[in-house]
């Protein structure tokens, strides 16, 4: 009879939630299962094993109950082979917002490959045709696109591409993903967060700058701010550091949530706001040694934090299906969003209004939602202008296009869409092979990366 360990059993279900896309999840529980320290062999566990265990294990108790008679087991192998598993159907698309002519034909989009593992992150390079994702492979890699339309005839040529290893070379060593990354604003350095906790500055030519180790749990979240002296981070370990770049040592570090920290986000140079699953919000500032402000409201784990283009709003959306909008003058939100009916995953606000390069166009927010829709919103009333209706699963991630008139966003069903925000409907639309965990566009708003779960990072051109 087969026999399965604690250990060999916990691995399988962070790789599970790893797979599905429960990154938070999957990033907590490996951490405080110790799953680095397990010794297993990641390489001989296939994707989906958990899954498949399952099944074959449900199989021989249908077989078994057939032996004997029995065919109450039966009807539960059925339900679950039917996909009668408790949750929602999936949501009917209509065909003015998923009309075939925006399927994107394969010659406007560039694969990237050479990951080994889910790619969870993409980043555009600000100044330069650079774009950089980062992996379950324990690494990051750095890709040159060439200016110019994207050409499905180079897709077996040789792409150049920097390799930015986390990994020692040691056997059984699963505990260095990125889970996060960002550029520089000048478009010189490459911050990358690591699943061993540490912080590492690269050079955009994939040269080691610095590591950054002082976190005690992996890192969910990693921002640069405007100037360029000091790095932010987030951890499980509860806390946020602010990196001194300058010296290359943390300059301060910020115990205040009781949970891990999920989110970080720069209000200006020196003053910022975290998140955590401790359903708290803190805003801080370099050189304080308590929280400027303090927010409290949501009702479940607060997954992400948006300071709006001014800095005067903080967006932040939870687990409790609500979004809500912040201000510095009072303690309750101003707005509470709440058209969602399932966890809100992620939040962006437009770059329009006042700040931006667009101060005659309105300022927006947008909210993705594991209900399959992204929703739209005034925040100057609260109310939402269009709810966009085209993915079937959880969206991860959404996008404003440079101008603002454009929306992408990249879901669990494998599609990324691209979305008219005047209008509400699918200009283009890309389906891969495996889920989207982040789409960014470029800084002049004529490509869009999208990272998938099948190891892949894609590149589409959108002037075409």
């Given at each position: 009879?087969?026999s399965?360990?604690?250990a060999?059993?916990?691995?399988?279900?962070?790789?599970?939630?790893?797979e599905?896309?429960?990154t938070?999840?999957?990033?907590?529980?490996?951490?405080?299962?110790?799953?680095?320290k397990?010794?297993?062999?990641?390489?001989?566990?296939?994707?989906?094993?958990?899954?498949?265990?399952?099944?074959?294990?449900?199989?021989?108790?249908?077989?078994?109950?057939?032996?004997?008679?029995?065919?109450?087991?039966?009807i539960?192998?059925?339900?679950?082979?039917?996909?009668?598993?408790?949750?929602?159907?999936?949501?009917?698309?209509?065909?003015?917002s998923?009309?075939?002519?925006?399927?994107?034909?394969?010659?406007?989009?560039?694969?990237?490959?050479?990951?080994?593992?889910?790619?969870?992150?993409?980043?555009?390079?600000?100044?330069?045709?650079?774009?950089?994702?980062?992996?379950?492979?324990?690494?990051?890699?750095?890709?040159?696109i060439?200016d110019?339309?994207?050409?499905?005839?180079?897709?077996n040529?040789?792409?150049?591409?920097?390799v930015?290893?986390?990994?020692?070379?040691?056997?059984?060593?699963?505990?260095?993903?990125?889970t996060?990354?960002d550029?520089?604003?000048?478009?010189t350095?490459?911050?990358?967060?690591?699943?061993?906790?540490?912080?590492?500055?690269?050079?955009?030519?994939?040269?080691?700058?610095?590591?950054?180790?002082?976190?005690?749990?992996?890192?969910?979240?990693?921002?640069w701010?405007?100037?360029?002296?000091?790095?932010?981070?987030g951890?499980?370990?509860?806390?946020?550091?602010?990196?001194?770049?300058?010296t290359?040592e943390?300059?301060?570090?910020?115990?205040?949530?009781?949970?891990?920290?999920?989110d970080?986000?720069w209000?200006?140079?020196v003053?910022?706001?975290?998140?955590?699953?401790d359903?708290?919000i803190?805003?801080?500032?370099v050189?304080?040694?308590?929280?400027?402000?303090?927010?409290?409201?949501?009702?479940?784990?607060?997954?992400?934090?948006?300071?709006?283009?001014?800095?005067?709003?903080?967006?932040?959306?939870?687990?409790?299906h609500?979004?809500?909008?912040?201000?510095?003058?009072?303690?309750?939100?101003?707005?509470?969003?709440?058209?969602h009916?399932?966890e809100?995953y992620?939040?962006?606000?437009?770059?329009?209004?006042?700040?931006t390069?667009?101060?005659?166009?309105?300022?927006?927010?947008?909210?993705?939602?594991?209900?399959?829709?992204?929703?739209?919103?005034?925040?100057?009333?609260g109310?939402?202008?269009?709810t966009?209706?085209?993915?079937?699963?959880?969206?991860?991630?959404?996008?404003?296009?440079?101008?603002?008139?454009?929306?992408?966003s990249?879901?669990?069903?494998?599609?990324?869409?691209?979305?008219s925000?005047?209008?509400?409907?699918?200009?283009?639309?890309?389906?891969?092979?495996?889920?989207?965990?982040?789409?960014c566009?470029?800084?002049?708003?004529?490509?869009?990366?999208?990272?998938?779960?099948?190891n892949?990072v894609?590149?589409?051109?959108f002037?075409?």
């Amino acid at each position: 009879m087969i026999s399965i360990s604690s250990a060999e059993l916990n691995y399988l279900v962070f790789r599970y939630l790893h797979e599905s896309g429960f990154t938070h999840s999957a990033f907590a529980f490996g951490y405080e299962a110790g799953i680095d320290k397990s010794g297993i062999d990641v390489n001989v566990v296939p994707p989906g094993a958990l899954v498949t265990f399952i099944q074959k294990g449900i199989q021989y108790l249908e077989l078994e109950a057939n032996l004997s008679g029995n065919h109450e087991d039966k009807i539960v192998v059925e339900n679950l082979e039917n996909g009668a598993h408790g949750g929602p159907e999936p949501m009917e698309i209509s065909g003015s917002s998923m009309s075939l002519p925006n399927d994107t034909p394969s010659g406007d989009v560039k694969i990237l490959e050479g990951h080994t593992s889910e790619v969870f992150a993409c980043a555009w390079n600000p100044s330069a045709p650079l774009l950089a994702s980062g992996s379950g492979d324990s690494t990051a890699r750095i890709w040159k696109i060439a200016d110019g339309t994207c050409d499905s005839n180079m897709q077996n040529e040789s792409v150049n591409v920097v390799v930015l290893k986390h990994f020692t070379g040691s056997t059984n060593e699963i505990s260095r993903d990125v889970t996060t990354l960002d550029w520089s604003g000048d478009g010189t350095l490459l911050a990358t967060g690591s699943y061993d906790g540490q912080a590492r500055i690269w050079s955009r030519d994939g040269e080691l700058n610095s590591t950054l180790s002082k976190h005690k749990g992996p890192i969910f979240s990693l921002k640069w701010n405007k100037k360029g002296d000091y790095l932010l981070s987030g951890s499980v370990d509860k806390t946020a550091i602010v990196w001194d770049m300058k010296t290359g040592e943390w300059k301060q570090q910020f115990e205040f949530h009781s949970a891990p920290t999920l989110d970080v986000d720069w209000r200006n140079n020196v003053s910022f706001a975290t998140c955590s699953t401790d359903k708290m919000i803190y805003v801080c500032k370099v050189g304080d040694n308590r929280p400027i402000k303090c927010f409290s409201g949501h009702q479940d784990e607060v997954n992400a934090i948006k300071w709006d283009p001014t800095g005067s709003l903080l967006a932040s959306c939870s687990d409790d299906h609500t979004a809500k909008i912040w201000s510095l003058k009072q303690d309750t939100c101003l707005h509470d969003l709440k058209e969602h009916v399932k966890e809100i995953y992620t939040i962006r606000w437009s770059p329009t209004g006042p700040g931006t390069n667009s101060p005659n166009q309105q300022l927006l927010l947008a909210s993705a939602s594991f209900d399959s829709t992204i929703k739209l919103w005034d925040v100057e009333l609260g109310n939402v202008l269009y709810t966009l209706k085209g993915h079937r699963d959880p969206v991860y991630s959404i996008a404003f296009s440079p101008n603002g008139e454009y929306l992408a966003s990249g879901s669990m069903d494998k599609y990324m869409h691209i979305w008219s925000v005047k209008e509400g409907k699918i200009v283009k639309t890309y389906a891969g092979n495996g889920g989207v965990f982040e789409v960014c566009w470029s800084k002049d708003g004529d490509k869009v990366a999208a990272c998938f779960s099948n190891n892949t990072v894609c590149v589409l051109d959108f002037r075409k």
